[in-house]
């Protein structure tokens, strides 16, 4: 067998434990993903079907290892001469037991990048016990971004208000930048917002909003974006819509409203407090 296989094939892992939640999933792969490179195979057994197989596919060869073949290969990554560094996931579940988890993942010997790589594991429900039934693994090449997309962009922004980052903030802003707040005296600019929010930033006290959910459209031309998202706030949910353009071949937020929900059958209540 190739070295180049046994680098492949050796894949990230997940607990079996907290099922019932995404964030616990992706918490307990990235947990088992650090000791998945100390070469722990009695510990990695544990989380497979006895008759679990393991496959790399490569352009040039291809082949599978049995469960006990596989654990062989442990122990030659106890000296962290090797590690794996996990870039992204994608993880489904369904409600027969049935999960699918994608794990992408960056290889380093001796601290240099090797390669880069993807595994597919597939979780199955045998005798009550949801384990791994199998793995196909392979090279995996990341597309090459000339740009930072809209979808990522609005994401960080996002991020850097979660982290009281003040000049990344406001960079993604273009300077004709508007702000509409949920009261109602809130329209800002990009300068006058910038001195509302100074003081809370240099406390490190911003705001962490989490996205539930966006939908994006765009100019026939494809130098202007907008969208509509759902926020997870510390006011419940809210909703926010917004403009990006682009400025010398870059996105920058031209216009954001963040709006507060009330249900139609609370109308009358609101209004009524509002006149207070």
């Given at each position: 067998?190739?070295?180049?296989?046994?680098?492949?094939?050796?894949?990230?892992?997940?607990?079996?434990?907290?099922?019932?939640?995404?964030?616990?999933?992706?918490?307990?792969?990235?947990?088992?993903?650090?000791?998945?490179?100390?070469?722990?195979?009695?510990?990695i057994?544990?989380?497979?079907?006895?008759?679990?197989?393991?496959?790399?596919?490569?352009?040039?060869?291809?082949?599978?290892?049995?469960?006990?073949?596989?654990?062989?290969?442990?122990?030659?990554?106890?000296?962290?001469?090797?590690?794996?560094?996990?870039?992204?996931?994608?993880?489904?579940?369904?409600?027969s037991?049935?999960?699918?988890?994608?794990?992408?993942?960056?290889?380093?010997?001796?601290?240099?990048?090797?390669?880069?790589?993807?595994?597919?594991?597939?979780?199955?429900?045998?005798?009550?016990?949801?384990?791994?039934?199998?793995?196909?693994?392979?090279?995996?090449?990341?597309?090459?971004?000339t740009?930072?997309?809209?979808?990522?962009?609005?994401n960080?922004?996002?991020?850097?208000?979660?982290?009281?980052?003040?000049?990344?903030?406001?960079?993604?802003?273009?300077?004709?930048?508007?702000?509409?707040?949920?009261?109602?005296?809130?329209?800002?600019?990009?300068?006058?917002?910038?001195?509302?929010?100074?003081?809370?930033?240099?406390?490190?006290?911003?705001?962490?909003?989490?996205?539930?959910?966006?939908?994006?459209?765009?100019?026939?031309?494809?130098?202007?974006?907008?969208?509509?998202?759902?926020?997870?706030?510390?006011?419940?949910?809210?909703r926010?819509?917004?403009?990006?353009?682009?400025?010398?071949?870059?996105?920058?937020?031209?216009?954001?409203?963040?709006?507060?929900?009330?249900?139609?059958?609370?109308?009358?209540?609101?209004?009524?407090?509002?006149?207070?």
């Amino acid at each position: 067998m190739k070295l180049k296989g046994i680098w492949l094939i050796w894949i990230g892992l997940l607990s079996s434990a907290a099922w019932s939640q995404i964030d616990s999933l992706e918490l307990n792969t990235r947990h088992f993903y650090a000791a998945l490179n100390k070469g722990d195979s009695l510990g990695i057994a544990t989380y497979f079907h006895h008759s679990a197989t393991i496959s790399h596919v490569g352009q040039e060869d291809a082949f599978t290892l049995s469960l006990s073949d596989f654990l062989g290969v442990a122990p030659k990554f106890k000296s962290d001469f090797f590690s794996e560094e996990i870039t992204r996931m994608e993880l489904k579940k369904y409600a027969s037991g049935l999960c699918y988890v994608d794990v992408y993942f960056d290889f380093y010997i001796e601290g240099s990048y090797a390669h880069s790589g993807v595994d597919h594991l597939c979780y199955t429900t045998i005798k009550g016990e949801l384990k791994i039934a199998s793995v196909y693994s392979s090279e995996f090449e990341e597309p090459k971004l000339t740009e930072i997309s809209p979808d990522s962009l609005m994401n960080q922004w996002h991020l850097a208000a979660a982290n009281a980052n003040f000049n990344q903030y406001f960079g993604f802003m273009n300077q004709d930048f508007i702000f509409l707040g949920t009261d109602p005296g809130e329209r800002w600019t990009k300068v006058e917002f910038a001195g509302f929010c100074k003081p809370y930033f240099d406390k490190g006290k911003a705001w962490d909003f989490k996205t539930n959910w966006r939908n994006w459209y765009y100019s026939a031309d494809g130098q202007t974006a907008w969208f509509e998202e759902s926020l997870d706030t510390w006011m419940e949910e809210c909703r926010g819509s917004g403009v990006l353009i682009k400025v010398n071949g870059e996105w920058k937020i031209a216009h954001y409203n963040l709006t507060v929900l009330i249900e139609n059958e609370k109308m009358d209540g609101f209004i009524e407090l509002r006149q207070k």
